[in-house]
Nanobody
Framework: QVQLVESGGGLVQPGGSLRLSCAGS????????MDWYRQAPGKQRELVAT???????NYLDSVKGRFTISRDNAKNTVFLQMNSLKPEDTAVYYC???????????WGQGTQVTVSS
């Protein structure tokens, strides 16, 4: 049974920081491309950051320089360090695991991030 469990969300003031974690089980974690997506109310889910099995990263333009994705394969965990948070970063953040080119992929349940004064 595959599980991706996110943690670390919460309420933070503009300019603050949060670190999201996603712990995976039931998969050979190191083989998977790991992503963080987010979905704000009334908006489509968007890809925020990606880290490949080899450690290459890619980011949504609006978070470049502020967010950092990393992974610890020994702990089956992927992280999203979010700095200089803005109100427009408010969303539910989802962890996603994929193994391209196959269609195999899994989602976490999401964690709420709210940036507000």
């Amino acid at each position: 049974q595959v599980q991706l469990v996110e943690s670390g969300g919460g309420l933070v003031q503009p300019g603050g920081s949060l670190r999201l974690s996603c712990a995976g089980s039931g998969i050979i974690f190191r083989f998977y491309v790991m992503d963080w997506y987010r979905q704000a109310p009334g908006k489509q889910r968007e890809l925020v950051a990606t880290i490949t099995s080899g450690g290459s990263t890619n980011y949504l333009d609006s978070v470049k320089g502020r967010f950092t994705i990393s992974r610890d394969n020994a702990k089956n965990t992927v992280f999203l360090q979010m700095n200089s948070l803005k109100p427009e970063d408010t969303a539910v953040y989802y962890c996603h695991a994929a193994m391209p080119p196959s269609s195999t992929n899994y989602w976490g349940q999401g964690t709420q991030v709210t940036v507000s004064s």
